[in-house]
């Protein structure tokens, strides 16, 4: 198995373990994730709709990841959705005096900043599997070509 290939199966088993985790945290606790989320600043009156669907996508995302056909869609997925809580970890944490904690698991153990950070690793990673993805396809269609 070439290294690309090797690379990608590293960051696809990372980031479905972190959804899955995140997603049965979240559900496990889910009066909790919810009531932290109707306390969000910046969420309003949408909270209650989040606490159902980011959770469901977390599983979807898990799901796409585990089927080679659809990887490419799980890890742009993963970047969206990753992107999303760090751009709100980070408006948050900057512009309101009240930050609520809906993470769970693990996760609530970071500090704000480090929780950025260990998002903004996932958004690297995810970059790194589109890249390696999008190469191996390229490769894939020359190859087909000759």
Request: some cysteine.
């Amino acid at each position: 198995m070439p290294v690309r290939n090797r690379i990608i199966e590293v960051i696809v088993a990372l980031y479905i373990l972190l959804w899955i985790y995140a997603a049965v945290s979240k559900l496990l606790d889910f009066e909790v994730f919810s009531v932290q989320l109707t306390k969000s600043p910046v969420l309003g009156d949408n909270a209650a709709l989040l606490a159902v669907l980011v959770p469901g996508v977390e599983i979807i995302l898990a799901v796409l990841l585990t089927v080679p056909v659809f990887r490419l869609m799980g890890l742009i997925g993963s970047f969206l959705l990753m992107s999303a809580f760090t751009i709100y970890l980070f408006v948050i944490t900057r512009h309101s005096s009240y930050v609520p904690c809906s993470c769970g698991g693990i996760l609530e153990g970071l500090s704000w900043d480090s929780h950025i950070i260990f998002n903004l690793f996932f958004i690297g990673l995810s970059v790194w599997g589109i890249r390696m993805t999008l190469i191996n396809k390229e490769f894939f269609l020359n190859r087909k070509k000759e």
